[in-house]
């Protein structure tokens, strides 16, 4: 009987042990990305001096995404890059085009819940009016938020009367539904 509690005690003891490393290994990955991202984040604004002239440093980043409501600022890789994927950033979906003053459609999208890529884990705290802000090209784009709704998913995305001038941000909600964030530049 003696033999079998210790038994038990160990097994429980390596478990809780395999447990904490697990947990520690998945803290310092999520640890590493955040300041990988802040470090690119601080290269990307140098690449640019106060006048919008490009500097000899280079960011691997296309733009920057800040949701000051969220805290969130999170750099954006180009749509050709391997890492411009929901599976690792948020991602500038095909049917975006060129940011600028006059005619821009910017469509990214990224995952909510828990994991460490869910960058839109918040974004059902927004609400109209709040703010988005998009660095571009040593420029900075102010959009509000003008339009909040759900919708099914389906085989195919399709936004709603979607015009120029938009960022639109999507994610899932649940299985079944995205969240769709709409905003219009000011």
Do not use: W
């Amino acid at each position: 009987m003696i033999q079998k509690r210790k038994k038990f005690r160990l097994i429980g003891l390596i478990l809780i042990l395999i447990g904490s490393i697990y947990l520690s290994y998945k803290f310092f990955i999520y640890v590493k990305i955040k300041k990988l991202n802040e470090e690119n984040i601080i290269t990307y604004f140098k690449q640019y001096n106060n006048l919008g002239n490009q500097l000899e440093v280079k960011s691997e980043y296309l733009m920057v995404l800040e949701i000051p409501k969220l805290n969130l600022k999170q750099g954006i890789y180009n749509k050709n890059d391997i890492r411009n994927t929901i599976e690792q950033n948020v991602s500038i979906l095909n049917e975006s085009i060129k940011i600028d003053n006059q005619n821009s459609l910017l469509i990214l999208a990224a995952h909510s819940g828990n994991s460490i890529y869910s960058y839109f884990r918040n974004l059902s705290k927004l609400s109209l009016n709040d703010m988005l802000i998009i660095y571009y090209e040593g420029k900075r784009y102010i959009y509000k938020i003008n339009n909040i709704y759900q919708m099914k998913k389906t085989i195919d995305l399709k936004l709603l009367d979607i015009k120029n001038n938009k960022i639109v941000l999507v994610t899932c909600l649940d299985d079944d539904t995205y969240l769709i964030i709409e905003a219009m530049n000011t």
